[in-house]
C-alpha cells in the first residue's frame, strides 16, 4: 500500500497497491494549501484504505515553483511523521520519463519564461535536473521534447517501479534550482 502526493503543478494523491487504487486531482495551480487536504481524504476513500493501512508515502519533490512544491512536501511529511511511516522522495520529471525506450528531454514550466529541464536514455537520467529557458533546447539535438507536468499517479508508479528495483528513494530534500520570489522584508522605519 502507498499513498503518492503531487503539488508541483495542480495538485493530486493516489492510492495504490499493486496498481492505482484511486486518483484525485484537482487542476487549481495557486490552490494547492486548499486542496491537498481534501486529496488526500478523498484518494483514501475513494481506495477504502485506512491511513493506518500505509507503510509509506511518495512525495513530488521537484523540480518545480517554490510554494506548490512545499505545500506537497510539507504534507506529506507531517503524515509521516504522524503516522510513523517512511517518506520517499521522487524527482518529477523522472517520474514522467518512466517507462520510455526513447532519447527524452523532459521538461516542465518553471514560470518567469524558464523551463525545469532533464534528460533521459531509455529511462534513465543522463543530466539535470536543470533550469533552462525556451531558446536552450534548440541545444538538446537528437531529443525528443516531452513537455509534461507530473502528478500522484505518475509519482506513485515511479515508486513502486524503483522499489521493486530496490532503488534508494531516501532523499526528500526540495528540488527548487532557483530562490523564491518573495524576498524578507528589511523591516519597517520607525522615525523619530
Known sequence: MLLSIDTSAGTSAAVFG???????SFDDPFGHAENVGEAV???LLEADVE???LPAIAVARGPAPYTGLRVGMAAATSI???????LLGVITLDAVALGSSQKLLVVTDAKRKELFAATYQNGQRLTGPMLINPAQLEE????EV????SNAKLIGTFTLNALQNGD??????ALYLRSPDVTPSSGKRVSG
Not at 80 to 86: D, F, S
Not at 140 to 143: D, L, N, R, V
Not at 168 to 173: A, C, I, K, N, P
Open 18 to 24: 499493486s496498481q492505482c487504487l484511486s486518483y484525485v
Open 41 to 43: 481524504a478523498r484518494a
Open 51 to 53: 491511513p493506518t493501512q
Open 80 to 86: 509521516a511523521k504522524a503516522l510513523g511511516i517512511k
Open 140 to 143: 538538446f539535438e537528437g531529443y
Open 146 to 149: 516531452m513537455q509534461q507536468s
Open 168 to 173: 534508494d528513494l531516501s532523499d526528500v530534500s
